[in-house]
């Protein structure tokens, strides 16, 4: 069974910084890229960050470009989200996504809430 | 970039067939995918390259992609159907992904 679990949300000034980080198990991990896709409260999903398998590949949103690093360790089953420069407009649930086959994420983990606010 | 744009809201009667649009220039040359959200819970996949199910997803859930326009089509609409409805697509122009706005699809 394919599981993804997000873990670091939580509570950060702005300006502060935060690492989110997404294990995966059920599947061969570093085969497979990945996306960190986020939801502000009441509002729509967006799109943040893809890494490709290999970590060869990646890109950002132009909202988090700059401010983000994303990155995996294919030996620990994990991707990461390093988040600097939070803004208050970062604040949502951060879900992680897998993509097997194409440009669509068949699995999704349940997410974290980052919460920005002074 | 790339904008693809969705109806804040659909309704419609059980038993009938609800019709989600998600417009965008030249959707028809892309792959669109579909995501069902309900409160609290996060997205599932309901349809992948424009009219493929994933397993466990309906039949009656079915997908089509021309133009300027996808349709996520679900018949024979039940309560259960009641939830948001995100299309998505990969742009490769600007190296991103894309979701649409979403849209609310209630079940009177």
């Known amino acids: 069974e394919v599981q993804l679990v997000e873990s670091g949300g939580g509570l950060v000034q702005p300006g502060g910084s935060l690492r989110l980080s997404c294990a995966a198990s059920?599947?061969?991990?570093?085969?497979?890229?990945m996306n960190w896709v986020r939801q502000a409260p009441g509002k729509g999903l967006e799109w943040v960050s893809y890494i490709s398998s290999s970590s060869f590949t990646i890109y950002y949103a132009d909202s988090v470009k700059g401010r983000f690093t994303i990155s995996r360790d294919n030996a620990k089953n994990s991707v990461y989200l390093q988040m600097n420069s939070l803004r208050d407009e970062d604040t949502a649930v951060y879900y992680c996504?897998?993509?097997?086959?194409?440009?669509?994420?068949?699995?999704w983990g349940q997410g974290t809430l980052v919460t920005v606010s002074s | 970039s790339y904008v693809l744009t969705q109806p804040p809201s659909v309704s419609v009667a059980p038993g009938q067939t609800a019709r989600i649009t998600c417009g965008g220039n030249n959707i028809g040359t892309k792959s669109v995918h579909w995501y069902q959200q309900k409160p609290g819970q996060a997205p599932v996949l309901v349809v992948y390259d424009d009219s493929d199910r994933p397993s466990g997803i309906p039949e009656r859930v079915s997908g089509s992609n021309s133009a300027n326009t996808a349709t996520l089509t679900i018949s024979r609409v039940e309560a259960g159907d009641e939830a948001d409805y995100y299309c998505?697509?990969?742009?490769?122009?600007?190296?991103?992904?894309?979701f649409g706005g979403g849209t609310k699809l209630t079940v009177l």
């Open positions: 059920g599947f061969i991990f570093s085969s497979y890229s």
């Open positions: 998505q697509v990969w742009d490769s122009s600007s190296d991103h992904v894309v």
């Open positions: 996504a897998s993509l097997f086959s194409g440009w669509y994420s068949e699995y």
